[in-house]
């Protein structure tokens, strides 16, 4: 039997789409398949003066709707497969939440804990050496993903301004707010997902005092337990790569992000004032109303699917659920909030950014949050209308939807049945 890459399984998401949609075989012709995938080897000097090389990857997936947008994450299980399915997530979700943008990714293979600072440094400047023909302020515009942070951003600038000979901010987002970064970038992601689940908590079921778990603890996690610990949720277990902790009566969050913030994992807050340790596998069947999903890709999968107790899913990670898994969900009738629509808060203010630098200007945080919810909304009742109406999964409804606008795009440019008559 053939295994079924990481990008087949995402694809099968778009072939069920059309099956909704009055689409000419254009589109999925090219939707098919990336539209450039541009592959390096990052040679970089280490401290002690031997060189050490990584596999690096940038996938342009589709530019229909505009310059492709997408992160770059720096991790040990980066492949090119990896890569191309996040650049295919990041077409549907730009089209989905309506931003002139294509979707594409880059990725270096790659543990960042076994380099210093200055290795860092001199990794993402090879990175940008490399890909400076692949990306540029109106071709690719790269940004922050797992283990990359504003201020590889602000290296990464700081390279492409060299080679291209000016300064250039719009050439990558999620950069410090000294150079050029958007207030509110930071925390978008979260932000983003947290004004859809307020929005749609009534229809979800949710109340403040509902108890959540969340799986990681970096960017998007921490920013969503503060978020709704603010909101009056209660946060019960929280995960990273070491493990977890839990507590009935809640966590303090403020103290889990002070023992990121010094380099400690979230489990040495476990002995503390009724705090327990959690295994990290355990995290999603942890009793609560809402779990989020903040780590990577695959988290839950058919093995652990069934133990999964929360009703409702808020995916803030890309692809954290399998197919397989899905089809357990949807039969416990468990409703999942789909990452192209509950993660789309971070390339969206990528967007302000990318606005911004373009215009000269910086938005006060005020206009951020208020543009960003007006964009979660919108498209989350679009998605949210459609599932109702076609009786179908909010999944399958964020397909369709971000479908429907790339073929509308595609076809603009003349079908089989336009041009033959
Ligand atoms: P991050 O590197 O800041 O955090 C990742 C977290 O996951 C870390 O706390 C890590 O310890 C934890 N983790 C890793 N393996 C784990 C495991 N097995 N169990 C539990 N936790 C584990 O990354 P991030 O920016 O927060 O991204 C998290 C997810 O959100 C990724 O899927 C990313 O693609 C997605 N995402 C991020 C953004 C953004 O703006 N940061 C935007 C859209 C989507």
């Known amino acids: ?59 342009r997936y589709d530019d229909t709707l505009g310059p492709t947008k997408g992160g770059i994450r720096f991790h040990p299980d980066v492949s090119i497969d990896e890569v191309e399915t996040l650049a295919f997530l990041m077409t549907m979700k730009c089209a989905l939440i309506n931003l002139p943008f294509g ?41 922050p993903d797992v283990y990359t942070n504003s201020t590889i951003m602000a290296w990464m600038a700081d390279e492409y301004a060299a080679i291209v000979g000016e300064v ?50 970096g960017n998007a996690g921490k920013h969503i337990a503060q978020l709704l610990g603010a909101a009056g949720f209660r946060i019960v277990a929280v995960t990273d790569s070491k493990g977890g902790v839990q507590c009935s009566s809640g966590l303090d969050v403020d103290k889990l992000i002070s023992a990121k913030r010094q380099g400690r994992s979230v489990t040495s807050l476990a002995g503390s004032d009724g705090v327990c340790t959690l295994p990290a596998d355990e995290l999603v069947s942890v009793n609560c109303e809402l779990l989020v999903l903040a780590a990577l890709e695959d988290m839950v999968h058919a093995g652990n699917a069934a ?37 789309a808060g971070g390339v969206t203010v990528s967007y302000f950014e990318w606005v911004q630098n373009r215009q000269g200007d910086s938005w006060p945080i005020e206009q951020v949050h208020a543009r960003l919810k007006t964009k979660m909304e919108q498209e989350g009742d679009a998605v949210w209308t459609l599932a109702q109406e076609k009786g179908i999964t ?24 336009f041009l033959m008559g």
């Open 307 to 343: 133990r999964i107790k929360a009703p409702v899913i808020l995916e803030l990670a890309n692809a954290p659920i399998t197919p397989e898994a899905d089809k357990i969900l949807n039969a416990k009738n468990i409703v999942v909030l789909p990452d192209i629509l509950a993660n």
């Open 394 to 417: 909010l999944r399958s409804a964020a397909y369709v939807h971000a479908l429907s606008r790339l073929a509308e795009a595609i076809e603009a440019q003349g079908t089989q049945r």
């Open 1 to 59: 039997m053939v295994l079924k890459t990481m990008l087949d399984q995402a694809r099968a998401r778009l072939y069920e789409a059309a099956r909704h949609l009055d689409i000419t075989a254009d589109v999925l012709e090219k939707l098919k398949s990336p539209r450039e995938t541009t592959q390096a080897r990052l040679v970089i000097r280490m401290d002690d003066g031997a060189s050490k090389s990584y596999p690096a990857w940038r996938c």
């Open 168 to 217: 250039t901010p719009a050439v990558i987002t999620g950069k410090p707010i000294a150079l050029g970064g958007s207030l509110g970038r930071e925390d978008a992601t979260a932000r983003g997902g947290y004004y859809l689940l307020l929005h749609q908590a009534q229809k979800l079921g949710l109340r403040p005092g509902a108890r959540v778990a969340i799986q990681g603890f």
């Open 103 to 143: 979707g594409a990714k880059g990725g270096v293979q790659v543990d960042i804990h076994n380099l210093s600072a200055t290795e860092q440094e001199r990794l993402a400047r090879r990175y940008v050496q490399c890909f400076a023909k692949v990306i540029g302020p109106n071709r690719d515009i790269p940004a």
